[in-house]
């Protein structure tokens, strides 16, 4: 028995309003949420043209050996990004021709696989052995309107295709429990003394991947609640813990200090949801959307050279509906990037029309301070007092510090996250 995938009727609207334009084919992403029993399709998202290509694929004898893997695989990175906890990319859809209607299997198999592999190397967390490994491939035929939907288990490259049932139902979207907090943070990220040849970036990779562990260890409170993880999330009993935390010491070349308050969100489908279940996907929130951040921030001063700046404006959140859902998606807008800029990149991406009226801008405005001095020994709590010269509002603040001494690293294992969550309704 294949995977079943209930999917909101507007996504299958969406399928069938696809214009090829002339094209073979298009691809493009499949959004929702996995559960033990079944997932949850909420959005489709055709990937965007690459102009450099699209003569190429006009050509009448063009095949879906031309489908261009690593384009798409840049789109899922960046809707990636756009994604809660608690949503990922389910699979890809290809909507082809009747000509290449039987050609097409091949090509969403490397599809599928390349697209995991890309989303999976930027991944502060990994899959447990408890989730469901199985990615969804849908083939539409575009005059026939005929449907295949098969997956395939990404843990295993030399998996064959399995049958599964692609089932519509309406109000999907709004059949959803949010979970939002606000986690204030202050990481502390040792330069290495001995890695001398790492990057900055990859420096802080590697001390957010420390810090993604602690994130793992932490303990969650919903609802100011710490409750048994494998309770319902409505009726979850009380529990007490005492988690402390432990600190290292190692010899650095500098420091990265990044402090403030981070605004997560998440979602899970209101199918008897567990405790556990709620907590997984605030800790993959916070961790994503810190991690993005960096990314995005190393990309800003790799585009622009302007790393001797002292101070740099960290992106902040934005968050707008999908589409006939109150599920929100998100992005992120650094300062002098307007509202239209912010809306236009959602439709690029989404393909799926965006008022500027929706978007909703997360209270925080970050800062990445970058400061050089030298200094024999940094404090042990990892913090610092100097602090920006313009005033900032919940800020996330990044201190980049270049010395010669010790640093404590503390790896605090204690997270306290207060999870608000209620129901969507019609």
């Not at 002339?22 to 965007?48: E, H, M, N, W």
């Not at 990175?77 to 859809?93: H, I, K, T, Y």
């Not at 190397?121 to 035929?141: A, G, M, P, Q, Y």
């Not at 990044?398 to 207060?418: D, E, R, S, T």
Request: include cysteine; aromatic fraction near 6%; charge should be negative.
């Amino acid at each position: 028995m294949g995977r079943t995938y209930i999917v909101e009727e507007s996504v299958g609207q969406y399928l069938s309003n696809v214009n090829l334009q002339g094209k073979d084919f298009v691809s493009g992403l499949l959004i929702g949420q996995c559960s033990s029993q079944k997932d949850y399709v909420i959005l489709a998202a055709r990937t965007p043209p690459n102009e450099e290509q699209n003569e190429n694929l006009k050509h009448p004898k063009a095949k879906l050996d031309n489908l261009d893997e690593e384009w798409a695989t840049v789109h899922a990175n960046q809707v990636s990004r756009m994604l809660p906890g608690g949503l990922l990319v389910l699979g890809v859809f290809i909507i082809t021709t009747l000509e290449m209607a039987n050609d097409f299997q091949n090509a969403l198999r490397r599809l599928v696989f390349a697209v995991e592999k890309s989303m999976n190397k930027k991944r502060l967390w990994n899959f447990t052995e408890e989730e469901v490994s199985e990615r969804v491939t849908l083939h539409i035929c575009s005059s026939t309107k005929k449907i295949f939907c098969r997956t395939y288990d990404i843990h295993d490259p030399k998996s064959s295709a399995k049958p599964a049932d692609w089932k519509y139902q309406n109000g999907l979207s709004a059949s959803w429990l949010s979970l939002e907090c606000t986690v204030h943070i202050n990481i502390h990220i040792p330069l290495s003394a001995t890695s001398v040849s790492y990057t900055l970036e990859k420096n802080t990779k590697n001390g957010l991947a420390r810090w993604a562990k602690q994130i793992e260890n932490g303990v969650y409170l919903i609802n100011g609640q710490v409750k048994d993880e494998d309770c319902d999330l409505l009726e979850g009993q009380l529990l007490n813990s005492d988690h402390r935390s432990t600190a290292t010491v190692q010899i650095c070349s500098g420091s990265v200090n990044l402090k403030g308050a981070v605004k997560c969100r998440a979602y899970l489908h209101s199918n008897k949801p567990k405790v556990k279940d709620a907590v997984q996907a605030v800790k993959r929130d916070i961790l994503n959307t810190v991690a993005d951040r960096c990314e995005m921030l190393f990309e800003d001063l790799l585009l622009n050279e302007d790393s001797e700046k002292e101070f740099h404006i960290l992106p902040h959140r934005v968050f707008v509906p999908v589409p006939g859902s109150t599920v929100m998606l998100c992005d992120y807008k650094f300062g002098d990037e307007s509202a239209e800029e912010i809306r236009a990149h959602f439709i690029e991406m989404l393909d799926h029309m965006i008022q500027i009226e929706d978007l909703e801008i997360a209270e925080e405005i970050n800062t990445a301070c970058l400061s050089s001095s030298v200094n024999t020994e940094a404090s042990l709590d990892g913090t610092d007092d100097e602090q920006p010269k313009q005033p900032i509002k919940t800020t996330i603040l990044v201190k980049i510090q270049h010395n010669i001494g010790v640093v404590a690293a503390f790896a605090v294992a204690v997270l306290a996250a207060g999870i608000s969550f209620h129901y969507f309704s019609d």
